[in-house]
C-alpha cells in the first residue's frame, strides 16, 4: 500500500532532519491512521512540492515526529486539464470534485450557468466554495497526490467564455442529439497546452451560451449514448481525455 499523504505549510526541518507534523494533520496521523516508527508517510504542500518521510515518534496525541531527506518537486501534466462545472444541487457539487479530484483533473472552475437551480451568492457562495477546496484537499491525499487540483472563483458565461477562447481544446459536452456534435472520444486532442471542459447543468446548457461558447471557439461533444448526470459526466469525460492524451500511460 502507498505512504499515506498529509498537507504542511513548510517543508523545515530541524536538526538531522527531523520534522514535526502537528496540528490537524498531526492528529489525524497519530490519533486516526495510528502511525508508528517506521512507517513511511508522504508530506506536501498541494502544490508539487512534497518529501518521502519515516516515522521517527507518536507524540501524544497530535504530534508525528519523522525523519525527512530530501523534497522533490512534480511537474505540472501537461497537457492540463480544465472542467468548468455548472453548480449541481445539494452535495454533489462536492461528489464531482472527489471523483475529478480521484481521477486526475488539474483545474475545476465553478460556473453559475442559466439553468442551474443552485446558485451562489453572498455567504452561502463563500461557504460552498469552501467546501469545493477542502473536498479537492481530502480527495487529493486520498488519491495520494501532491498536486491537488485548483479550484478557481465562480465565473459567469462571460468568464468562462474568455477562458475557452485561451484554450488549445475547448469543448462543450452538449447531449441535445439535434445539434451537431463530435465524439469525445474521436476528438483531436493537443499534445501540450491545455483542454478546457465545459459541463452543464442538469437542465443543459442554454442556447445563449451554447452560442457564445462556440462564437469562442469552441466545439459540442458527446461521450456516447447515455446522458451521464452533471456530477458525473466531468468525471467521465475527465477520465477519457487522460487516458487518450498518455497521462495514464
Do not use: N
Amino acid at each position: 500500500m502507498t505512504a499515506p499523504v498529509f498537507v504542511v505549510g513548510h517543508f523545515d526541518a530541524g536538526p538531522a532532519g527531523r520534522y514535526v507534523l502537528d496540528g490537524a494533520e498531526g492528529r489525524h496521523a497519530v490519533s486516526v491512521k495510528r502511525l508508528r516508527p517506521g512507517e513511511d508517510v508522504v508530506l506536501t504542500d498541494g502544490h508539487g512540492r512534497w518529501a518521502e518521510c519515516v516515522v521517527v515518534a507518536a507524540e501524544g496525541k497530535d504530534r508525528l515526529v519523522v525523519h525527512m531527506d530530501s523534497i522533490a518537486e512534480e511537474p505540472e501534466e501537461t497537457p492540463r486539464i480544465t472542467v468548468v462545472q455548472a453548480l449541481p444541487k445539494g452535495d454533489r457539487g462536492e461528489l464531482a470534485v472527489e471523483t475529478m479530484t480521484e481521477t486526475g483533473v488539474d483545474a475545476i472552475v465553478p460556473w453559475s450557468a442559466a439553468r442551474c437551480v443552485t446558485q451562489w451568492r453572498g455567504e452561502r457562495g463563500v461557504k460552498a466554495l469552501g467546501k469545493w477546496r477542502a473536498t479537492a484537499r481530502e480527495s487529493g491525499k486520498q488519491a495520494r497526490r501532491v498536486r491537488f487540483p485548483d479550484i478557481a472563483e465562480p465565473m459567469t458565461t462571460k468568464q468562462v467564455t474568455a477562458l475557452l477562447a485561451r484554450a488549445d481544446l475547448a469543448a462543450v459536452l452538449h447531449e441535445d442529439r439535434d445539434y451537431p456534435s463530435e465524439p469525445l472520444a474521436t476528438a483531436e486532442l493537443p499534445t501540450s497546452g491545455e483542454i478546457v471542459l465545459v459541463v452543464g447543468p442538469e437542465g443543459g446548457i442554454a442556447p445563449e451560451e451554447l452560442d457564445q461558447f462556440t462564437g469562442a471557439g469552441a466545439k459540442a461533444y458527446r461521450l456516447g449514448r447515455s446522458v451521464l448526470r452533471t456530477s458525473t459526466a466531468g468525471t467521465a469525460a475527465g477520465a477519457l481525455l487522460l487516458g487518450r492524451t498518455g497521462r495514464w500511460s
